[in-house]
T-cell receptor, first 112, second 113 residues
């Protein structure tokens, strides 16, 4: 079944740790995105990708990095987690830019 | 000024009511307009997709776009408790300007049985 998967669903981690949030999709979509979502706030774009070996920064990218070595895989890495990173992280993919996105269920991150 | 404005609510209505959800935007280049529904602890799912101005209907849902007023709406008829969710509007420009979607804050809707 075509879908987009995010792991882990929930993560509690200490300040200063390096973490990688995983995102994989089985639809063969070229475009992939990472958004941060806080309660009552807009989805903020962190990073996006046109395709393999192509990544771009969004509004909130300065403290994280991404890679796109395979079409189906788009991991997000925080080099040094801080309490301000506590949020929900949503991964999405689309066939073309701006068309309907398919979202994963999200990773809820808590940094203590 | 934010590109997309959406009242976060919460909005509470009785079962069977007609619900009206709205967004305004400032970027006249926006051409594609979408509504997403997000249940608690889930990712958003695409509900309606419209291009440029006009109406689109799908079952109990109707999306309207008024580009002259930079205003979009989602109407839900005969609302059900299962419609209780957060509804996010999203939009982007057209043409070759391939840019990601810009989202509103979302409106939290509760339909009371």
């Amino acid at each position: 079944e075509a879908d987009i998967y995010q792991t882990p669903r929930y993560l509690v981690i200490g300040t200063g740790k390096k973490i990688t949030l995983e995102c994989s999709q089985t639809m063969g979509h070229d475009k992939m995105y990472w958004y941060q979502q806080d309660p009552g706030m807009e989805l903020h774009l962190i990073h996006y990708s046109y395709g393999v070996n192509s990544t771009e920064k969004g509004d909130l990218s300065s403290e994280s990095t991404v890679s796109r070595i395979r079409t189906e895989h788009f991991p997000l890495t925080l080099e040094s987690a801080r309490p301000s990173h506590t949020s929900q992280y949503l991964c999405a993919s689309s066939e073309v830019f701006g068309s309907g996105y398919t979202f994963g269920s999200g990773t809820r991150l808590t940094v203590v | 000024q934010k590109e997309v404005e959406q009242d976060p609510g919460p909005l509470s209505v009785p079962e069977g009511a007609i619900v009206s959800l709205n967004c305004t935007y400032s970027n006249s280049a926006f051409q594609y307009f979408m509504w997403y529904r997000q249940y608690s602890r889930k990712g958003p799912e695409l509900l309606m997709y419209t291009y440029s101005s006009g109406n689109k209907e799908d079952g109990r849902f109707t999306a309207q776009v008024d580009k002259s007023s930079k205003y979009i709406s989602l109407f839900i008829r005969d609302s059900q408790p299962s419609d209780s969710a957060t509804y996010l509007c999203a939009m982007r420009g057209g043409g070759s300007g391939n840019t990601p979607l810009v989202f509103g804050k979302g409106t939290r809707l509760s339909v009371i049985a």
